[in-house]
């Protein structure tokens, strides 16, 4: 990729795909979490919060598990 983004909000069909290329995810249907109104911005925020500091994400932007 040229450009990679630092997270993809979508849907459960482009997960396979972006774990591939080893960028964090978040399904925007909400897994059963409401994500309307303001009590759903901040369970959003959380969402994010908590994908983008898993700790999976500091070692495979690494290169742990690229092998080029």
Known sequence: LEL???LVISDDRIKPY???LGIPFIN???QGRA???FDGFVTFAKDIYETLSAR?????TRG???SG
Request: charged letters at 25%.
């Open 35 to 37: 994500y309307a109104g």
């Open 56 to 60: 999976i994400w500091r070692i495979a």
């Open 64 to 66: 742990v598990f690229h």
């Open 4 to 6: 990679k983004p630092d």
């Open 18 to 20: 972006v774990y591939k």
């Open 28 to 30: 925007g249907r909400g």
